[in-house]
Structure formats: C-alpha cells, structure tokens
C-alpha cells in the first residue's frame, strides 16, 4: 500500500475540520471532531509505536480477523471501543485538531524511512508491521471519515 492512499485520507479529515461541532445522534454518539480527533490520534499514536519498537521483536502473527478486514477494505461499525489513549477529549477544540492534523503529516512522511518490521501490536490483529502500516491507516480513517459522510449527509 501506499503513501498516497493515507494523504488523501488525511486531506478528506482536513478538509471536514470545520464540522468539527456537527454531530448527529442517529448515526454515532460522538461528533464530527472526535471522529477527526480520534483519526488523527490513532495516526500519531501508531507512527510513534512504529519508530520505538523493535524490529527484531516482530512476530508474524496477523490474525485470520485482521486479513478478512484488510481484505474486504472496512472494519464494521460498532463493534470495537477506542482504547483510552487514543480516545478524545470530553471538549474538542479546532486548534487541538489543526496542531494533531499538521503532526499526522509530519509523522506520514517518516514511516517509509522504517524497518520494513517496524511495528505496533493492536488488540484484535497483532503486530502489524510497516509494510500492512498503511493499508490499516487507510482503512482506519476511511471507517471514520464514512461515518463523518453519513453524519453530514442526515
């Protein structure tokens, strides 16, 4: 996978920032900005495990869930909770979001520059290594940026 898919991804979150304080209750409890805040955390929070992990404690270990997923291209909604460091803040602000958005490009930008077994364990899929890195970031985002559509579209 690629650079470019994630770019784009990011471009679409940037380009919702202002809806930061829409939500809709009929398709997710949680505003367009957590959606765009938690995107953007779980971005910074992954690139930031990848560069401190250590290749050589890479274990193939991808699970039979993760490749159905990673397949298909979505995750389901409703189905998995945000793990409390990547959960966003009871009050969201624009300029949090804007300073997030500006360290997930930054942060994009590095992971070619990686140990092609440089990685971060998630809880249902196991390590996932920086060569899978940016197909889950795609799919990540573009699960939440869905939501974010159909948030606007109600």
């Known amino acids: 996978m690629n650079y470019k898919k994630v770019k784009k991804t990011l471009d679409k979150l940037n380009s919702n920032i202002n809806n930061h304080t829409i939500s809709n209750p009929q398709v997710s409890k949680s505003s367009i900005g957590w959606h765009i805040d938690h995107s953007l955390k779980v971005i910074n929070n992954v690139i930031i495990a990848l560069h401190k992990s250590n290749p050589e404690l890479y274990k193939k270990n991808f699970s039979?869930?993760?490749?159905?997923?990673?397949?298909?291209?979505?995750?389901?909604?409703?189905?998995?909770?945000?793990?409390?460091?990547?959960?966003?803040?009871?009050?969201?602000?624009?300029?949090?979001?804007?300073?997030?958005?500006?360290?997930?490009?930054?942060?994009?930008?590095?992971?070619?520059?990686?140990?092609?077994?440089?990685f971060f364990k998630h809880p249902f899929f196991g390590d996932i290594n920086s060569k899978r890195i940016y197909r889950f970031l795609e799919l990540?985002?573009?699960?939440?940026?869905?939501i974010i559509d159909d948030i606007l579209k109600k």
């Open 140 to 146: 990540h985002t573009n699960h939440h940026l869905k």
């Open 64 to 118: 039979f869930l993760g490749k159905v997923f990673f397949m298909l291209g979505f995750f389901p909604r409703g189905k998995a909770k945000a793990p409390k460091q990547v959960k966003p803040p009871e009050i969201i602000l624009k300029e949090d979001i804007i300073s997030q958005m500006q360290l997930a490009k930054t942060n994009v930008e590095t992971i070619s520059k990686l140990h092609k077994n440089a």
